[in-house]
């Protein structure tokens, strides 16, 4: 018995796709073509393959080897296997204009194929088990359609959308990944940046310009946003500004389109989601921060999720990146959180103090991160300090660890965090910016 392509093992098993179809082609190999919850995929056999947003706007292609990912801002990065020594590593890079340019226009050309190979009754129609809904030739046909209107001037065009919409994009922690961003402040309101990055210019929106900044997202994605269950409120600061205006934030996302009512999408059985959980991030412990009272405000208002930037857990080494906060602060905050309910990730850094610093480093920012209360849910992420740190700005120089002796930093910190893991069930994760594409 042959064996099957993966075009085949989703028309037979692909629950995910409740909605779909394959097409056996006698001159090549058999098309799967699926809706699942906010996407739509085309498989050819076990590859090329292609993912879309409901809107036909491409977001990851796989084809000769490589992963391909296009951003809202319609930058694209190729992701390659690459072996070094022993090991495969991932290498990322962004693509120049022409080449993204030459891929949008073969994805597009592909769509446009499918529509005349179906035309043309070129290809065989097989329906799914009895379990899924068949995707109709109509459905199919006017997603199609959706997809080749992307062409250059509809990409363009969205870029330029894109760009009226969002400032300068924050860091987005480990554990809000899959987030929707919305902007209630940018840049750095102290010119602190974590982990010594370079600071950016500062606005705060009023509740009207975020209310504005809030539809223009909702536009902006569409129905990409079905795919999104968390929403990220930037800046590093929001966390620290009245409790009205944090507030009014709040609210203004639980009304938007956004947090809707779930219902049925036209011509699906499937329930539409909706976001809700809010996430923020907070690199400044101390006061003005909010009180226990309004943490529990916040959290009956869907903030869910708030990270903690730690730099180090050495006061001195933490006075090289300019924060001047107390181990207490950072405690009680952690404490007041858990009491709110509100799940917690901090962010530590591999080799915050280099090579002259290495030992207080790993020992103070061990016995300060398993002093906080944090528990099942919580996720402690460990962050390469030279990924955040930027050589043009002025501060101490240090010695960066380098090779084994980096590594044997994060692998002494996360044995000593191995209480929280084991006893608490906290996730301890290292993590590198560049599987941000950063």
Known sequence: MA????????????????????FRNAQGDPIFAGFKQGAFSLYYGDGPIYHFDREGRWQRAFLHGIH?????????????????????????????FAEASDLDAL??????????????????????????????????????????????TAWFAHREKYLATYGILPFLPPDSQNSLILQATLGHADGIVFGGGSPAPHY?????????????????????????????????????????????F?????????CAASGEMPGFTEPLPRLEAVHAFLDNPTRPRPTLEQWRTYRQLQL????????????????????????EDLIALVSDLKQADIAVGVMVLIDAGGVEHAEPHLTSTADLINSLELGKGDIVSLLDANE???????????????????????????????PLRSNRGVKVVPYSLEKQGL
């Open 304 to 327: 869910r999720r708030v990270i903690v930037g730690v730099e180090s857990g050495d006061p001195t080494i933490r006075e090289f990146y300019r924060r001047t906060w107390k181990n």
């Open 107 to 152: 994805i597009r050309a592909t769509a446009l194929d499918l529509l005349e190979a179906l035309a043309a009754g070129r290809l065989e129609r097989v329906d799914p088990p009895s379990k899924a809904q068949p995707l109709s030739s109509e459905m199919l046909y006017d997603f199609l359609e959706r997809v080749v209107g992307w062409d250059a």
């Open 3 to 22: 064996l099957q392509t993966e075009a085949e093992c989703l028309l037979d098993t692909g629950a995910l796709y409740g909605v779909r179809v394959m």
């Open 204 to 248: 705060q929106r009023s509740s009207d310009e975020f209310a504005t900044h809030t539809r223009e997202v909702v536009k902006l994605f569409g129905q990409r946003r079905l795919q999104y269950r968390n929403i990220f409120l930037a800046g590093s600061d929001v966390l620290r500004l009245p409790s009205e205006a944090v507030t009014g």
């Open 388 to 418: 955040f740190r930027d050589p043009q700005q002025q501060g101490p120089k240090f010695t960066p660890l380098a090779g084994l002796r980096w590594t044997e930093q994060q692998a002494k910190l996360k044995h000593a965090l191995l």
């Open 68 to 96: 391909y990912l296009k951003g809202l801002d319609t930058t694209i990065q190729a992701i390659d296997r690459v072996r070094e020594g022993a090991n495969l590593v991932l290498k990322r890079r962004t693509l120049f």
């Open 250 to 258: 709040l609210e203004t996302i639980a009304q938007s389109e956004l």
